[in-house]
C-alpha cells in the first residue's frame, strides 16, 4: 500500500524532471500525476516503454532490476553482456514469450533506425555451411524467418550481443572517469557512512572482430572518501506521515469504478 505513494514522492525528492518505466508503471504514474499538484508539487513528465520479456524465460516474467539474469545493465562488462544474451530463453521457431526477439524489436531495430535512418538493416553473421550472412530491414521480416526457423537463436543472439557491446562501450567509457565513478558511488552508498572502492570501468573490446570499442578510458583511480550525504532535516514533509500497521478485514468492489476496490482496515482504534 505504500509503493505507490513513496514512487510517487520519489519524484519530488529526488528533484527529477521525468520518470521513465515500463507500461506495468502506468498506474502509479496516474497516481503521481493526480495527488502531487494537490500536495502543491509540480506534475512531472512520464514515459513508457513496452514491457520485453525476462532473458530468463520461464524463470521471469519480464525484464526486472530485481532479477539480475533477466536484464543487461548499462555498465555490465562485455563478458557479462555476452554471457547473458547466449543464456537466454529463445527456443527455435518460438515467438511467443521470446525475450531475445522482443529485445531487437524494441531496442536493436530503433537504435539502428536512429544510427544508420537510410538503411536500417540488420545483418546476422553466419559462416558459408549455414547459409552465409542474411539482412534484414525490418523486425517482422526476422520474426517470420526465426519463426520458420530460417535463422538459428544462437546466429542472432552473437549479433544481438556483439551490437549491444558496441553501445555500451562508449557508456563504459563515459563512466571510467573519476567524477562518473564518485556519482556511481554517491548514489549506491554503503551503510557504514564511507564507499566501498570500485574499480574504474574500462571500455573492453568485444570478443566478436566487427565489433570494435569505440571509447577511450585511462586508468583514473577512484576517491573512495565521499560520504553519505546527510539525512533530510526533521521537518521535512515525508515525516509528516503518520504510518501504522493494521490488518486487512474486508475487501469489496468499489461501487462506482470497474478496477478499484474498498478495503477495511483495523488499525486497533475502534470501528476499522
Same mark, same amino acid.
Given at each position: 500500500?505504500?509503493?505507490?505513494?513513496?514512487?510517487?514522492?520519489?519524484?519530488? !525528492?529526488?528533484?527529477?524532471?521525468?520518470?521513465?518505466?515500463?507500461?506495468?508503471?502506468?498506474?502509479?504514474?496516474?497516481?503521481?500525476?493526480? !495527488?502531487? +499538484?494537490?500536495?502543491?508539487?509540480?506534475?512531472?513528465?512520464?514515459?513508457?516503454?513496452?514491457?520485453?520479456?525476462?532473458?530468463?524465460?520461464?524463470?521471469?516474467?519480464?525484464?526486472?532490476?530485481?532479477?539480475?539474469?533477466?536484464?543487461?545493465?548499462?555498465?555490465?562488462?562485455?563478458?557479462?553482456?555476452?554471457?547473458?544474451?547466449?543464456?537466454?530463453?529463445?527456443?527455435?521457431?518460438?515467438?511467443?514469450?521470446?525475450?531475445?526477439?522482443?529485445?531487437?524489436?524494441?531496442?536493436?531495430? +530503433?537504435?539502428?533506425?536512429?544510427?544508420?535512418?537510410?538503411?536500417?538493416?540488420?545483418?546476422?553473421?553466419?559462416?558459408?555451411?549455414?547459409?552465409?550472412?542474411?539482412?534484414?530491414?525490418?523486425?517482422?521480416?526476422?520474426?517470420?524467418?526465426?519463426?520458420?526457423?530460417?535463422?538459428?537463436?544462437?546466429?542472432?543472439?552473437?549479433?544481438?550481443?556483439?551490437?549491444?557491446?558496441?553501445?555500451?562501450?562508449?557508456?563504459?567509457?563515459?563512466?571510467?572517469?573519476?567524477?562518473?565513478?564518485?556519482?556511481?558511488?554517491?548514489?549506491?552508498?554503503?551503510?557504514?557512512?564511507?564507499?566501498?572502492?570500485?574499480?574504474?570501468?574500462?571500455?573492453?573490446?568485444?570478443?566478436?572482430?566487427?565489433?570494435?570499442?569505440?571509447?577511450?578510458?585511462?586508468?583514473?583511480?577512484?576517491?573512495?572518501?565521499?560520504?553519505?550525504?546527510?539525512? +533530510?532535516?526533521?521537518?521535512?514533509?515525508?515525516?509528516?506521515?503518520?504510518?501504522?500497521?493494521?490488518?486487512?478485514?474486508?475487501?469489496?468492489?468499489?461501487?462506482?469504478?470497474?478496477?478499484? !476496490?474498498?478495503?477495511?482496515?483495523?488499525?486497533?482504534?475502534?470501528?476499522?
Amino acid at each position: 500500500m505504500l509503493y505507490p505513494l513513496l514512487q510517487a514522492l520519489d519524484e519530488e !525528492y529526488l528533484h527529477c524532471d521525468v520518470q521513465f518505466g515500463g507500461v506495468d508503471q502506468r498506474k502509479i504514474f496516474t497516481y503521481a500525476e493526480t !495527488y502531487l +499538484p494537490k500536495l502543491n508539487y509540480r506534475k512531472r513528465v512520464h514515459l513508457m516503454n513496452p514491457m520485453i520479456p525476462s532473458f530468463a524465460g520461464s524463470r521471469g516474467n519480464k525484464m526486472s532490476s530485481s532479477e539480475l539474469d533477466s536484464k543487461i545493465d548499462f555498465l555490465e562488462s562485455s563478458e557479462s553482456v555476452t554471457s547473458k544474451v547466449l543464456r537466454a530463453y529463445a527456443p527455435p521457431g518460438d515467438v511467443d514469450g521470446n525475450g531475445l526477439l522482443a529485445f531487437t524489436r524494441y531496442v536493436i531495430f +530503433p537504435l539502428l533506425l536512429h544510427i544508420q535512418p537510410d538503411n536500417p538493416v540488420l545483418c546476422i553473421g553466419r559462416e558459408e555451411r549455414f547459409g552465409g550472412p542474411i539482412t534484414f530491414a525490418s523486425y517482422e521480416e526476422l520474426e517470420q524467418a526465426y519463426k520458420q526457423q530460417h535463422l538459428y537463436p544462437l546466429d542472432l543472439k552473437n549479433t544481438v550481443a556483439c551490437i549491444i557491446n558496441q553501445i555500451l562501450d562508449k557508456v563504459r567509457a563515459d563512466f571510467s572517469t573519476p567524477q562518473a565513478q564518485a556519482l556511481l558511488q554517491a548514489a549506491y552508498p554503503y551503510g557504514d557512512g564511507t564507499f566501498e572502492a570500485a574499480a574504474p570501468v574500462v571500455p573492453e573490446q568485444s570478443s566478436h572482430d566487427n565489433c570494435k570499442a569505440t571509447g577511450d578510458a585511462g586508468g583514473d583511480t577512484v576517491d573512495t572518501t565521499t560520504t553519505v550525504p546527510a539525512a +533530510p532535516p526533521s521537518n521535512s514533509d515525508i515525516y509528516k506521515l503518520d504510518i501504522c500497521v493494521g490488518e486487512c478485514v474486508e475487501v469489496v468492489d468499489h461501487p462506482q469504478a470497474d478496477s478499484l !476496490y474498498v478495503c477495511q482496515v483495523d488499525i486497533g482504534t475502534g470501528t476499522p
